[in-house]
């Protein structure tokens, strides 16, 4: 059973992390929407969440997430999301203005919230269990898989579309854990994560999962697969070498 170790004060950290959370949601969503009268408040308020939170673990627990080194790894993580994004969303369509502006900022806040949240305090939650680095980054990824199931009610997608969009997860988050785990920085993730969710959004216009089952489709999809299951074999023959753990 896996134990925190005993000078950690975990359950006061996750106390002062809900709090914060439960204030800045509460604080940032009074301002924008009844002062500021913003009416998709949900984008700013991540952000401002994301940065409180983040804001603690590095004060408090001296969490490093924007070190400078290793920055290739991050740039190849943008690069193999651009491909693989590609690979699910191949017939991109051009947004109206109104609808491109939902394109851009609503996987702007998604990206930076759920790098946040899966990334940075999972795996310094599970950090604080096991320093199994293997355990970081497959455990918090499949937590970022699960999370995706809500996305069957909050965005009245089919069980199958969802099932394909936590596939989807499953192998970007895999990707975005190694990256964040070598670079220490998380900059590199959220754009990753954003790109992701916008290309996934400019293939039929919405925030829905819609992939086709057509045979360039089904082939797309095979390459997504063989291609994050490379990039995991990568992290567990060599890529494990270039991270230090915290």
Not at 82 to 107: A, E, V
Not at 177 to 199: E, G, K, P, Q, V
Request: proline residues 2%.
């Amino acid at each position: 059973m896996l134990k925190p170790a005993k000078k950690d004060h975990l359950v006061v950290d996750l106390t002062y992390l809900l709090l914060i959370y439960i204030v800045l949601s509460l604080a940032s969503g009074f301002i924008l929407r009844v002062i500021l009268k913003i009416q998709d408040f949900y984008i700013p308020k991540e952000i401002i969440v994301s940065l409180g939170i983040l804001f603690f673990l590095s004060v408090k627990e001296k969490v490093e997430f924007l070190d400078q080194n290793n920055s290739k790894y991050g740039l190849y993580t943008i690069l193999i999301t651009f491909i693989l994004t590609i690979s699910l969303n191949f017939q991109p369509q051009i947004p109206g203005f109104k609808t491109l502006g939902t394109l851009l900022f609503r996987p702007l806040g998604t990206g930076i919230f759920e790098e946040t949240i899966f990334r940075v305090l999972m795996i310094w939650l599970i950090s604080r269990f096991s320093k199994n680095i293997y355990l970081q980054v497959y455990l918090s990824t499949i937590l970022f898989g699960i999370a995706h199931i809500l996305n069957m009610f909050s965005l009245q997608q089919s069980t199958i579309q969802t099932a394909i969009q936590i596939g989807y997860a499953l192998g970007l988050g895999s990707i975005f854990a190694i990256s964040y785990l070598i670079t220490r920085n998380i900059i590199f993730s959220m754009i990753s994560h954003s790109l992701a969710d916008f290309m996934a959004g400019l293939n039929g216009l919405s925030l829905r999962t819609n992939i086709n089952f057509d045979t360039i489709s089904v082939i797309l999809m095979i390459f997504f697969v063989i291609t994050s299951i490379y990039c995991n074999y990568w992290f567990l023959k060599k890529g494990h070498k270039l991270i230090v753990n915290i």
